[in-house]
């Protein structure tokens, strides 16, 4: 996955990861790595790769590599752990999680990175609270200098078409197929890569039923198909609320209208991060009674000891 789209660019980034003494070429022993590890184990060059260029959005930190093995950093939370928080918390880690995608795609003027394997049991929460994926293996660093500038009609994006499971997996069928047309193909990368927003919508924050059965990576025309068991994240939605969450979960998954999953990705991620704000709130309130406990209304220090001496009579 990782060399979806290679590039000049790329396999000089590449390189750069592997070239552990920094003086700007390979030698045998680390010529050897590089080859072995991309044979053997690629999720580990992609952590290079990304901690190479600077890419931190949405991966653990690498603390360091011994061999082929990677020591990531330490006190991750799985994501399934968090099922059964308060709507408040898997609320705002679901706008996490779109936000992670607007940052694959957004975030870097060089690099656009396209994950092709979301699922709940592949991210996780750090010690600082952050959505991370543990699980790169699935992970393509694509050089943006590939996209073109426009189309034969002069549009930017082909945003204009609706495109959902089908079309996507015609694209990644393409991508697959044996004497592709690799420049043709990494062209259009950025115009299927809002499709990351349809897959976490349907294989992570949704609840829905008709969702249960959805998976944007695998072809299963002769296959039965198997509903997901987890929970979604977005599970027991507030009534006031739910119809809103469940609508833009739906247009999310698939889209309507050109350009319709964009909006409403962007929508949904809007609304759930003012979740996190009323649980900011919540805290504050609590922190508030708490440090009034033994005040009086004007903050004065009060004695709750005071005797009011016996009753008469």
């Not at 396999?11 to 050897?32: C, G, P, V, Y």
């Not at 200098?145 to 079309?167: A, I, P, W």
């Amino acid at each position: 996955m990782l060399l979806m789209c290679p590039s000049k660019k790329l396999l000089s980034i590449i390189e750069q990861s592997f070239d552990e003494n920094d003086d700007r070429s390979l030698n045998q022993d680390e010529r050897i790595m590089l080859y072995t590890t991309m044979a053997i184990a690629p999720e580990i060059a992609i952590y290079k790769i990304l901690t190479k260029a600077n890419l931190n959005v949405g991966f653990p930190r690498l603390v360091g590599v011994c061999g082929r093995a990677q020591v990531l950093e330490d006190e991750l939370t799985p994501m399934a752990a968090m099922l059964d928080e308060s709507f408040n918390v898997r609320a705002s880690l679901a706008a996490q999680i779109l936000t992670m995608v607007d940052d694959f795609m957004e975030d870097d003027p060089e690099w656009y990175l396209f994950y092709g394997s979301w699922s709940l049991d592949k991210m996780a929460i750090n010690k600082e609270g952050e959505v991370v994926l543990t699980d790169l293996s699935d992970m393509a660093v694509v050089d943006k200098n590939l996209f073109r500038d426009e189309y034969e009609d002069g549009t930017e994006s082909r945003t204009q078409e609706v495109c959902n499971k089908e079309c996507f997996q015609k694209f990644t069928g393409e991508v697959y197929r044996e004497g592709h047309d690799t420049d043709e193909i990494c062209s259009r990368v950025e115009d299927v890569g809002h499709l990351m927003y349809a897959a976490v919508c349907a294989m992570i924050l949704s609840d829905m039923k008709q969702h249960k059965y959805v998976d944007y990576f695998t072809s299963t025309s002769n296959l039965q198909q198997q509903p997901r068991t987890t929970k979604g994240l977005l599970h027991n939605i507030p009534a006031s609320d739910r119809a809103t969450v469940e609508e833009l979960v739906a247009e999310c998954v698939d889209e309507t209208a050109p350009g319709g999953r964009l909006q409403a990705a962007q929508e949904l991620r809007d609304f759930l991060s003012d979740f996190l704000l009323d649980e900011e709130d919540d805290d504050k309130d609590e922190e508030g009674e708490e440090e009034l406990d033994g005040k009086d209304e004007d903050g004065e220090d009060y004695d709750d000891d005071y005797d009011y001496g016996e009753e008469e009579g």
